[in-house]
């Protein structure tokens, strides 16, 4: 397929252990987002990449939450110490920019986290 | 910063024409988007508008009014497969060139026969 993809779909861990989380973006698409999904909101904006780098990491909650994406293509979100509140649905998107707001991205089918 | 408002869920009838409003303020604005999710999917693109007024794509439809904060997705012919959420979403470039998405937290529709 030639869709974003994320892995795992579900993942279940323990309160303070270490998870991480995989997105492997549509080819040619330089920038990638991560957002946060709880249940009955929208999308909550973490972290964003333009090639290698994280040009816009506003969005992470607390320094728990550590992202790369090293060649600029598969990106890995990294929790530390997990809590019960970091449990959620985690989105990746990815898209090729305009360099304007019309910047439509395309979404994966998230990796679902709970954290007992 | 942003602040987005649009109605918790709506319910409308197969084959009858239902619009989702969303208000919204904003410190910038680079443009706002609809998204559909269906329950345990990923967000899909619906429509976009940067300037005041009617977007037409089949059966959807998206209005916008920059000076009021307001837009609205039109849906018409309803059909069964219609039944999800519908997401208003703002970008904006805080000056990072990521025009990242601010989301509201969705309108969860159902279509009944």
């Known amino acids: 397929g030639a869709g974003v993809s994320q892995t795992p779909s579900n993942k279940v861990t323990e309160k303070g252990k270490y998870v991480e989380l995989r997105c492997d973006p549509i080819?040619?698409?330089?920038?990638l987002y991560w957002y946060r999904q709880s249940l009955g909101q929208g999308p909550e904006f973490l972290i964003y990449?333009?090639?290698?780098?994280?040009?816009?990491d506003s969005g992470l909650p607390n320094d728990r939450f550590f992202a790369v994406r090293p060649e600029g293509s598969v990106s890995t979100l990294k929790i530390q110490r997990t809590e019960r509140g970091d449990s959620a649905v985690y989105l990746c998107?990815?898209?090729?920019?305009?360099?304007?707001?019309?910047?439509?991205?395309?979404f994966g089918p998230g990796t679902r986290l709970t954290v007992l | 910063g942003q602040n987005i408002d649009q109605p918790t869920e709506m319910t409308a009838t197969e084959g009858a024409i239902v619009q989702i409003n969303c208000t919204y303020q904003?410190?910038?604005?680079?443009?706002l988007f609809w998204y559909q999710q269906h329950a345990g999917e990923a967000p899909t693109f619906l429509s976009y508008?940067?300037?005041?007024g009617l977007e037409e794509k089949g059966r959807f439809s998206s209005f916008l009014s920059r000076s009021k904060g307001y837009s609205y997705l039109l849906l018409k012919e309803l059909q069964m497969k219609d039944s999800a959420s519908y997401l208003c979403?703002?970008?904006?470039?805080?000056?990072?060139?990521?025009?990242?998405?601010?989301f509201g937290k969705g309108t969860k529709l159902s279509v009944i026969p």
């Open positions: 998107a990815s898209s090729s920019p305009s360099g304007t707001g019309y910047n439509e991205q395309f």
């Open positions: 080819s040619g698409h330089t920038a």
């Open positions: 990449f333009q090639g290698t780098g994280a040009a816009d």
């Open positions: 904003t410190s910038g604005f680079n443009g």
């Open positions: 508008n940067v300037l005041d």
């Open positions: 979403a703002l970008t904006y470039d805080p000056g990072a060139g990521s025009y990242q998405l601010t």
